[in-house]
């Protein structure tokens, strides 16, 4: 993770949507990008494949708000490139670009249609990406007699925690991870079921999201 963070929100995939507005076609399309050099090169890349198109207005926000950058490639100044960058700020998520392609369809949209119709079809790109929030969680690594196990399994899917691994022999041991916020009920829980005969181990911590 670049944003050492206790949470850190962006989305989770490569995104491609279209919006029409007056028969101007807008094309959005956000990425996750962890760097300005992973910005720079995935408008790169979008500026080369739609290069027939009238605009690819892009804006970036990474580092917590340290590096924003916006352009609005040709079109009136204030009605692209910066409405593109507060849909990224107000939607909350950081360490992503979003480029929208626009062709133009043949009426003009003024000022605050332009506004709008960037600002839209932003918006619905960081939507398509699938917005998800990372958070510290704790990596244990539990023990026990199948006889526990499944009683144990119930109170891990009520806390959310992730599966990472399960291995069957003597005994049974399972991997998990859980968001830090819920970590120490759920070794309290874990503890309470097992009379105490049991108790998680922890082995790392990570960022992840569930």
Known sequence: MSDKKEIFT???????????EKRSIFLGHAL???SEEEAQAFVKRLKKEYSDATHN???????GEAVARYS????????AGMPVLDVIRK?????????????FGGTLLG???????????????????????YEPYFEYELRCGYSEYGKYQVALAAAGAV????????????RYAVRKAE???????????????????QIGERFDYR
């Open 111 to 133: 000022a605050g249609g332009l506004v709008r119709a960037y600002s839209h079809t932003a918006a619905l790109a960081i939507e398509a990406g699938g917005i998800i929030t």
């Open 183 to 201: 970590a120490d009920a759920l070794t309290k829980k874990i503890t309470e079921i097992g009379y105490g005969k049991d108790i998680p181990q």
């Open 57 to 63: 207005v892009f804006a970036y926000l990474m580092q």
């Open 72 to 79: 609005d490639d040709g079109e009136p100044q204030g009605t």
């Open 163 to 174: 599966i990472d691994g399960t291995d069957f022999a003597a005994d049974v041991s399972v």
């Open 91 to 103: 939607s909350g998520v950081r360490n992503v670009t979003v480029v929208v392609t626009r062709y």
């Open 10 to 20: 962006t989305i989770r995939q490569e995104a491609h949507v279209e919006f029409e």
């Open 32 to 34: 996750r990008t962890d």
